[in-house]
């Protein structure tokens, strides 16, 4: 069983939805990161958290450590958020990162 | 603004080469990692680094080698490259209070 899970592993919307996606993770963490990936791009860092809540444009990203548990909310959703979202994990002790398999997004107009 | 530099974006080489990625990170972070992403396997550690001269093996070490003399750089060495190691190259750079940043990648094609 992969130690970062994530769902759905496709999500379609339309345009203006409210989108969540989710990461469930095994492992006593340091931090967790949010990755968004482009199609034919390069990756880039949406989003560190160690506690609580964190809100950058329209994006939101949640944690909850007692229950290892992370969502990335997308509000008022555009064909431009149509990527890929990692979620990624720092273990305790560890200098490695564990990653999630992505969530794939597309947004209709 | 952190910036992590692969030295290249294409590369395309013959079976049995010895093959060099460059990456260089610009905010003193102590930790690299070189990936690899391949369609429908996602990201794959194949080493990562946690201070100079410092190595471990990640997921898929097999075929690969590392260099990290200065703290800024981290060489990815393909010994020998063969057909199974064409795919995207990613180095990404760390600290313990920073964001994971990613390079743009170096997609690699052996023939």
């Known amino acids: 069983k992969n130690e970062v899970e994530q769902s759905p592993q496709n999500l379609t919307a339309q345009e203006g939805e409210f989108i969540t996606i989710n990461c469930s993770y095994s492992v006593g963490i340091s931090a967790l990161h949010w990755l968004q990936q482009h199609p034919g791009g390069g990756i880039v860092s949406l989003f560190m958290l160690s506690s609580g809540k964190k809100k950058h444009g329209r994006l939101i990203a949640t944690i909850n450590i007692q229950e290892k548990h992370s969502s990335l909310h997308i509000t008022a959703s555009h064909p431009r958020d149509s990527a890929v979202y990692i979620c990624?994990?720092?273990?305790?002790?560890?200098?490695?990162?564990?990653f999630g398999a992505g969530t794939r997004l597309t947004v209709k107009p | 603004d952190v910036k992590v530099t692969q030295s290249s974006r294409y590369l395309v080489k013959r079976t049995g080469e010895k093959v060099f990625l460059e990456c260089v990170q610009d905010m003193d972070h102590e930790n690299m990692f070189w990936y690899r992403q391949d369609p429908g396997l996602g990201l794959r550690l194949i080493y990562f680094?946690?201070?100079?001269?410092?190595?471990e093996k990640g997921d898929i070490p097999e075929g690969y080698s590392v260099s990290r003399e200065k703290k800024e750089r981290f060489s990815l060495i393909l010994e020998s490259a063969s057909t199974n190691q064409t795919s995207m190259y990613l180095c990404?750079?760390?600290?313990?209070?920073?964001?994971?940043?990613f390079g743009n990648g170096t997609r690699l094609t052996v023939t």
């Open positions: 680094s946690y201070d100079v001269k410092m190595k």
């Open positions: 990404a750079s760390l600290s313990q209070y920073s964001p994971l940043h």
């Open positions: 990624a994990v720092r273990p305790y002790n560890n200098n490695d990162m564990r």
